[in-house]
């Protein structure tokens, strides 16, 4: 059987993931699962290790669960390692949120200069896990789904050997949701998707094989929202989608709607609701009581409260499709290869991609539509700047990486926002 690491191991979607491998588990054998934390994670990791345990147990299986705070010790020769950090926690990510907001800008923890900051804490601290993976599991696969997980898993397929599938649930829940909206089952089901992570757009929607694209843009123009809980629930314009023809996924909101957006979050700031990081401290604090309960024994409903829903779904079909060599199509983080023709060959693209035991193959697609090609170009050149100013730890680089951003409106309030990331990030910026 299978050895699989998680590092990240304490985070409240474990829960997630370990139902993941016991819905799957007569199809993928594991033996061992470890759970990794540091320090600061000690209780969490705990906690949700013994619920694992009793998860398994209740299933019936004999899959071991470990808790260490030994990296090397999970890594070695483990066949998946599975990443969910959160470097700073918590914390960290409520001051990516306000920071912005200060300035009038998005605060959002993985687009805008939210997602810059969580880049740059981030990058050194992959890299780092991944000098073990090559060192100690070289044959291993890295399924990352840390955030924001489009630039973490460019920053590994660039300056690592480690073989890496960068993973988001958006895509899965827009299948999902479109099967709600229609009152099909899911499976019947398939999105041509294209774009960047967060920034992935339905190019084509097929019911049972037909295309049905203009019956759900029809759908959403007349209401029907296609959102994730952690996304204020605004409705898009009718006009924008019929002449987008495409579906946007719920991070789109962000750029297409900026203003309406920003207002939704002053006003949750000013409320006392507070940025999305102060309303999950809240749930997970409620999540964490409900796991430490002894006769809990499976995901309780509340974890659904999260954006992370049908995380364990993507990732565990996912590994799944690689341990079984299926040649599934999956929607995953990639080297683009030629699958886009105007974007390089050696960006990170979320695409629909052939899943087998060598890893993810790219459908060819073709050129983007012009409708989209201008700001998935602008989000990958603002991608590949925040890489390299997180590997580098160059200011000029890191500047140019904001003001490329296209949720910062000016040189002046890049410079602002950069300082005050680089000043309350200092213990967590080595680089810098
Ligand atoms: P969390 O803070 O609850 O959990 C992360 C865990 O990682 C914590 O227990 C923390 O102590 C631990 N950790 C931090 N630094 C570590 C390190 N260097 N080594 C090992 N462990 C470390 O956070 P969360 O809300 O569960 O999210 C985890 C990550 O997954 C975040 O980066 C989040 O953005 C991401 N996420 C991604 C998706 C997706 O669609 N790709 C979905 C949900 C969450
Ligand atoms: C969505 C996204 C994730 C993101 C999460 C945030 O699922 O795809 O990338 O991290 O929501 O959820 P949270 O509950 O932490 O705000
Ligand atoms: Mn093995
Ligand atoms: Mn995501």
């Known amino acids: 059987g299978l050895k699989v690491a998680v590092i990240g191991g304490g985070s409240s979607y474990t829960p997630e993931l370990i139902e993941g491998f016991i819905i799957r588990a007569k199809e993928l054998p594991v033996d061992d699962i470890y759970l990794v934390d540091i320090e600061e994670g000690k209780e969490k990791l705990s906690i949700v290790g013994e619920l694992a345990k009793r998860m398994f147990?209740?299933?019936?299986?004999?899959?071991?669960?470990?808790?260490?705070?030994?990296?090397?010790?999970?890594?070695?020769?483990?066949?998946?390692?599975?990443?969910?950090?959160?470097?700073?926690?918590?914390?960290?990510?409520a001051r990516d949120e306000r920071i912005p907001l200060r300035y009038n800008v998005i605060g959002q923890e993985t687009t805008g200069p939210g997602g810059f900051a969580k880049a740059i804490r981030t990058i050194p601290v992959i890299l780092d896990i991944c000098r073990d993976i090559e060192e100690l599991s070289p044959d291993a696969w890295l399924i990352n789904f840390t955030n924001p997980a489009g630039i973490i898993t460019e920053a590994v397929l660039r300056y690592t050997n480690?073989?890496?599938?960068?993973?988001?649930?958006v895509p899965i829940g827009m299948v999902n949701n479109v099967a709600k909206i229609l009152n099909v089952d899911s499976k019947r089901v398939r999105i041509e998707f294209v774009g960047l992570n967060h920034m992935v757009y339905g190019k084509e929607i097929y019911l049972d094989g037909k295309n049905?694209?203009?019956?759900?843009?029809?759908?959403?123009?007349?209401?029907?929202?296609?959102?994730?809980?952690n996304i204020p629930d605004l409705n898009w314009d009718k006009d924008f989608i019929y002449s987008l023809g495409m579906l946007p996924c719920p991070y789109h909101r962000y750029f297409y709607m900026t203003d309406e957006i920003l207002e939704?979050?002053?006003?949750?700031?000013?409320?006392?609701?507070?940025?999305?990081?102060?309303?999950?401290?809240?749930?997970?604090?409620?999540?964490?009581?409900?796991?430490?309960?002894p006769s809990l024994d499976e995901k309780p409903k509340e974890l659904e409260k999260r954006g992370g829903a049908?995380?364990?779904?993507?990732a565990v079909s996912l590994i799944s499709a690689i341990y079984n060599d299926k040649e599934e199509i999956h929607t995953v983080n990639v080297r683009n290869n030629?699958?886009?023709?105007?974007?390089?060959?050696?960006?990170?693209v979320e695409i629909n991609s052939v899943?087998?035991?060598?890893?993810?193959?790219?459908?060819?697609?073709?050129?983007?539509?012009?409708?989209?090609?201008?700001?998935?170009q602008q989000v990958k050149s603002y991608e590949l700047l925040t890489v390299k100013a997180g590997v580098t730890g160059?200011?000029?680089?890191?500047?140019?990486?904001?003001?490329?951003?296209?949720?910062?409106?000016?040189?002046?309030?890049?410079?602002?926002?950069?300082n005050d990331i680089l000043v309350q990030n200092r213990d967590y910026l080595p680089q810098f």
């Open 338 to 348: 030629g699958a886009i023709s105007n974007l390089p060959d050696d960006v990170v």
């Open 355 to 376: 899943i087998s035991k060598t890893g993810a193959k790219p459908i060819a697609f073709g050129k983007l539509p012009i409708k989209i090609n201008g700001l998935i």
């Open 212 to 229: 049905i694209t203009s019956t759900v843009l029809k759908k959403l123009s007349d209401s029907a929202l296609i959102n994730m809980n």
């Open 162 to 169: 480690v073989k890496t599938i960068g993973l988001c649930n």
């Open 394 to 418: 160059d200011y000029y680089t890191a500047l140019m990486a904001l003001i490329a951003n296209p949720l910062v409106p000016s040189v002046k309030i890049a410079k602002k926002i950069l």
């Open 264 to 293: 939704e979050e002053i006003k949750a700031f000013q409320s006392g609701e507070g940025t999305r990081a102060q309303q999950v401290m809240k749930i997970e604090k409620d999540l964490f009581e409900k796991y430490k309960n």
């Open 57 to 93: 147990f209740k299933a019936g299986l004999k899959t071991r669960v470990h808790m260490t705070l030994d990296r090397k010790e999970a890594i070695e020769d483990a066949d998946f390692v599975i990443t969910q950090i959160r470097v700073g926690g918590l914390e960290a990510r």
């Open 310 to 314: 049908y995380y364990s779904d993507a």
